[in-house]
């Protein structure tokens, strides 16, 4: 069963600081990785999707890469801001041969908070 | 762009009683996902929807149901409902057909409270 590990589960930074989230995973066979971001009592806002055959994706501030055989994935913020204070959450798609039952296996995120 | 749809965005019930929460995918999406996020938990895979056929079934207590209508909105049914079943209520959707990258658009959410 796949299990999906974040770290940490908390992080309090000053702004303008880059930074890491880290995010793992047991099974190597995943078909797509995507990074989320949750305000508090919200939904769930996709920040950057990597498919399987990549090594990172870029989106603004926000680069996340991917090492499929090591089961890692990291999330880079640059310039942190107040407004990225939120829970980030990592989720992994497994390479099914059934293409339909791709659910989402999600980590337990990582409680951000950029200080002014 | 139209996004996913959820209704309603809150519910409080009580123990023992039923409740019906719903989906509108986006346009042209084939699949639906339901997933539930207790308090201070991460979101934990429910049931999905292919085509409006069950595509795969997470961990759904019995007392759920859920279903993908003609028009590809979906419901989720909760009966009997136990305190332990509040939690925020998450639909997804994506295409798949076509060999899509599978990316899944979430809705805002339900927000189910048993009291």
């Known amino acids: 069963k796949q299990e999906v590990t974040q770290i940490p589960a908390a992080l309090s930074v000053p702004e303008g600081e880059n930074l890491v989230l880290n995010c793992s995973f047991t099974?190597?066979?995943?078909?797509?990785l995507q990074w989320f971001r949750q305000d508090p009592g919200k939904g769930l806002t996709s920040l950057l999707l990597?498919?399987?055959?990549?090594r990172e994706q870029t989106s603004g501030r926000l680069n996340a890469s991917l090492d499929k055989s090591s089961g890692r994935s990291t999330l880079y913020i640059a310039a942190s801001q107040p407004g990225d204070s939120a829970t980030y959450l990592c989720?992994?798609?497994?390479?099914?041969?059934?293409?339909?039952?791709?659910?989402?296996?999600f980590g337990s995120g990582t409680q951000l908070t950029v200080l002014p | 762009a139209a996004g996913v749809i959820q209704s309603p965005r809150h519910l409080i019930k009580e123990k023992r009683e039923t409740a019906t929460l719903k989906c509108y995918p986006i346009?042209?999406?084939?699949?639906v996902y339901w997933y539930q996020q207790g308090p201070g938990q991460d979101p934990q895979f429910l049931i999905s929807?292919?085509?409006?056929?069950?595509?795969d079934k997470g961990s759904i207590p019995d007392r759920f149901s859920a279903q993908q209508f003609s028009d590809y909105h979906s419901e989720l049914n909760m009966s009997s409902l136990e305190l332990g079943d509040s939690a925020l209520y998450f639909c997804?959707?994506?295409?798949?057909?076509?060999?899509?990258?599978?990316?899944?658009?979430f809705g805002a959410g339900t927000r189910l409270s048993v009291l």
């Open positions: 099974d190597s066979a995943i078909y797509n």
């Open positions: 929807f292919y085509e409006k056929m069950q595509s």
């Open positions: 997804a959707s994506s295409l798949v057909r076509g060999g899509n990258k599978n990316i899944q658009y």
């Open positions: 989720a992994v798609t497994p390479h099914t041969v059934e293409t339909s039952a791709r659910q989402l296996t």
């Open positions: 346009p042209r999406h084939d699949t």
């Open positions: 990597i498919q399987s055959s990549q």
